[in-house]
């Protein structure tokens, strides 16, 4: 009987530390790290922390999102925010809200795209002069990018309906950007062609197979297609002896500025100024003008007058041609390919 209740007693010892000795090492101690954390750390939900690279961000979901650092010329400080906030501050800068949804989604793609790839180089090569940033904005000026707090000063009572708009336009599209050959390529784009776009090399000297000619007629009927700047014979003078000091220039002012060079859509390349060959652009800068595809005149009564076709460079998307485009049916997808052609869309 007595070594009955002695193999009993042993029994229920074993039946007590078989449980305990399931337990990994350490179990409990890292239960203990755990309890700890949550009791001095801010909740999950509202913080957001940087990783490591300093490349992007976790989200309160637990998503790792990538995110620009843009230095804002206006203030001097450096804006950091995730690529989708950006997204929206971008499309508010770049495109008037009463454009069509397809052709501000077409914005918002050509946005992430150019400036994922100015942020990709930026890293691999700094320049100094950004002080850390990806790439420069002006804010108060509404240039490449603008804050919520810039939008609501601007908007007043409308804006929760413009930034619900804007955050449903840059939802539907996310973070689509275009490749070519496996390459983002650079998405350039401006106000308003001349009726036709230009090829890259024609402006800038470098060949890019997606950035080529094509037609923009809408760009036609767009409001400041044709616009005009008079100078007085005076002010032509003077403006080009400042810029160039030693360019001769003849008694005859209808002869200052002669036989322009163009491009097949129409800007000028190269143009006769006095003794010197300038660029299209440089007189563009020299006289304010909206584009390079000008035609000039002078008359003794008129003095010079330019006669400017569309505003910006020219080169990839026309953003009233994309209006144009997508009030005439075509979706984001459509505009992109026309403008960008060869190229392909991916996350």
């Known amino acids: ?57 976790v989200s309160s979901a637990g998503a ?15 804006i950091t925010v995730t690529d989708r ?10 495109m008037p809200l009463t454009f069509h949804d397809e052709a501000l989604k077409a914005q918002a793609v050509a946005c992430c795209t150019i400036y994922d ?18 790439f420069s904005c002006n804010t108060a000026q509404w240039q490449i990018y603008v804050t919520k707090e810039k939008m609501q000063e601007r908007w007043g009572d409308a804006f929760e309906t413009h930034y619900a708009h804007l955050q449903q336009v840059c939802g539907s599209v996310g973070l689509q950007k275009l490749i070519y050959q496996g390459e ?20 800038w000297g470098g060949k890019r197979d997606y950035l080529v000619a094509v037609a923009s007629p809408g760009d036609l009927q767009a409001p400041g297609y044709e616009t005009t700047v008079s100078k007085s014979r005076d002010e032509v003078r ?34 006769a100024v006095g003794s010197l060959i300038a660029t299209g652009e440089e007189l563009r800068a020299l006289f304010g003008l909206r584009s390079a595809n ?46 960008y052609p060869g190229t392909e869309l991916t996350e």
């Open 1 to 57: 009987m007595k070594q009955k209740l002695i193999f009993i007693s042993l029994l229920l010892i074993m039946m007590l530390l078989v449980p305990l000795l399931a337990v990994p090492a350490g179990g409990e101690a890292a239960k203990a790290s755990s309890a700890g954390k949550a009791s001095s750390d801010e909740p999950a939900s509202s913080a957001e922390t940087v990783s490591a690279d300093e490349g992007s961000k």
């Open 64 to 78: 790792e999102e990538s995110f620009f650092r843009i230095l804002d010329e206006s203030s001097g400080e450096i």
């Open 85 to 94: 906030e950006f997204l929206i501050g971008a499309v508010a800068a770049e």
């Open 117 to 134: 790839k100015k942020r990709t180089e930026q890293r691999l090569n700094p320049d100094p002069s950004l002080k850390g940033a990806d």
């Open 184 to 203: 983002p390529v650079l998405a350039t784009y401006y106000a308003i062609s001349a009726g036709r776009t230009e090829a890259s090399e024609d402006i």
């Open 238 to 271: 003077a403006a080009i002896l400042n810029k160039w000091p030693d360019c001769r220039l003849g008694s005859d002012p209808a002869q200052w500025i002669t036989d322009p060079i163009r491009t097949a859509s129409g800007t000028v390349r190269s143009i």
């Open 294 to 339: 000008f035609t000039l005149s002078y008359t003794e009564a008129d003095g010079f007058v330019f006669t400017v076709h569309g505003y910006g460079h020219g080169v990839g998307m026309s953003q009233y041609g994309a209006d144009a485009m997508a009030r005439g049916g075509a979706d984001y997808k459509t505009i992109l390919q026309w403008y």
